[in-house]
């Protein structure tokens, strides 16, 4: 029949089925690749495309089958065709040249070119198609079913089944990897804002809090005039009330109702006790996610960090969380990182009483922080011992030069990034 019909008439017919072949390469390979969260999101906003592929992809079973069904058809029959009319102009050899010169066409521009387009510009091509597979989809239904038949049960064999597909749900480090990746899409400091929210499950209330020993409070059993004094130059909203030591605490004062009875004249001692607050008190392996819903759940700004003992190490407030996802955002204290200085030099002179997460966190380096929390307590450690100013060592990339100490601690230290070819990253050294 096919020697019936004239060669222009072929040629036509040749050139439709390798564009319905591309059409069925390029849309196979656009639907299997889009991004199913903003597939999602264009769906709710009642995108019709969408809608239509999110249907279609949700048995990608009867997909495949669909095109696949489509695409084989056109291509053997476009092989029947090319083989007419290479014989009918070159006889027997002709076969062969149809044979190489279809491989070639098919190729380039059935298959790789629409591919490559389609994977560039996936919606671009999956939205059109959606609309072409959907009605074809119940036409051609039970040749699919067939087929599917077949091919699902070979997937049972190897414990798979098409309705039972991967989930497109991240955890939080494919969580963390798309925010870091998504470039112009999300503002710089926003996407950091992202990371740090996600990085607060790796972050504990010992990580950031106050330590005791810089813990600012009101004793009751100081002199009123020296209480006074103490009230009008605290800078916290919010301070801890105890007599003689933290351990003896009785609550927390918030600071604007006390400066407000003094500015009315009527601040004594029992008006300040009775605007004091019971204290709140959490355990120091609590993660920062989690610490963040209990101060909501309890309706909390402020607590005291305790150890398994029950003794006070350090206070921990809500702005302090919320600066750990915004970064600084208040005067309402001195900042942790205020301890660190930068030199002429082009090194840093660091308060031995600041932070390892802050340290890194403001140069961008990476100290260890999985131990003590403090630069002083990192040195301690290495040491093993009270060092004397002078005393040098090297931590990693860091090294670090004590300046001034007291009976127990480091009070100030001299750090220099430093790059050391060969030598390895837990290397240390010092010389006194």
Avoid: C
Wanted: hydrophobic share 45%; no cysteine; charged share 20%.
């Amino acid at each position: 029949m096919l020697n019936d019909i004239p060669l222009g008439v072929l040629f036509g017919i040749l050139f439709v089925l390798i564009i319905l072949s591309g059409f069925f390469s390029g849309s196979e390979t656009a639907l299997m690749t889009l991004n199913r969260y903003r597939l999602k999101h264009l769906k709710d906003k009642g995108h019709k495309g969408a809608i239509l592929a999110s249907a279609l992809l949700k048995r990608p079973d009867r997909l495949l089958g669909l095109i696949l069904l489509g695409n084989n058809f056109v291509n053997i029959l476009a092989s029947a065709i090319a083989t007419v009319i290479a014989m009918r102009l070159y006889g027997e050899a002709g076969i062969a040249i149809a044979t190489g010169l279809l491989t070639m066409v098919v190729l380039v521009f059935a298959e790789v070119t629409p591919k490559t387009m389609a994977a560039i510009k996936p919606e671009r091509f999956a939205f059109p198609a959606a609309f072409v597979y959907t009605p074809l989809l119940k036409i051609s239904y039970p040749l699919v079913w067939l087929v599917n038949l077949f091919a699902n049960a070979i997937l049972g064999l190897f414990g798979m089944h098409p309705a039972q597909h991967d989930s497109d749900a991240l955890d939080a480090d494919e969580l963390r990897s798309v925010v870091s990746e998504a470039g112009k899409f999300i503002p710089s400091k926003h996407a950091d804002m992202l990371i740090s929210i996600l990085d607060l499950e790796n972050v504990y209330v010992e990580d950031i809090m106050i330590p005791r020993n810089e813990i600012t409070g009101i004793d009751l059993n100081d002199d009123w005039k020296d209480i006074e004094k103490q009230i009008a130059g605290i800078q916290r909203t919010r301070v801890p009330v105890y007599y003689d030591s933290i351990d003896d605490i009785l609550g927390f004062l918030h600071m604007r109702k006390v400066l407000s009875l003094m500015a009315r004249d009527e601040l004594t001692l029992e008006n300040l006790k009775a605007q004091i607050r019971e204290a709140y008190f959490v355990p120091e392996g609590t993660a920062l996610t989690r610490q963040l819903l209990n101060f909501q759940a309890n309706r909390r700004r402020a607590a005291l960090v305790v150890d398994e003992y029950g003794s006070i190490q350090g206070l921990i407030t809500l702005e302090d969380i919320l600066e750990e996802i915004v970064g600084q955002f208040t005067t309402d204290s001195p900042t942790r990182s205020a301890g660190i200085q930068a030199t002429d030099e082009g090194d840093y002179l660091i308060d031995g009483a600041t932070h390892i997460r802050d340290i890194n966190r403001t140069l961008g380096w990476k100290l260890p922080a999985d131990g003590p929390k403090t630069l002083n307590g990192l040195i301690l450690e290495h040491l093993e011992m009270i060092p004397e100013p002078g005393v040098s060592l090297k931590i990693g990339d860091y090294a670090i030069e004590i300046t001034r100490t007291s009976k127990n601690a480091v009070q100030t230290a001299r750090v220099t990034a430093i790059v050391s070819p060969g030598a390895s990253p837990d290397e240390d050294t010092s010389d006194g």
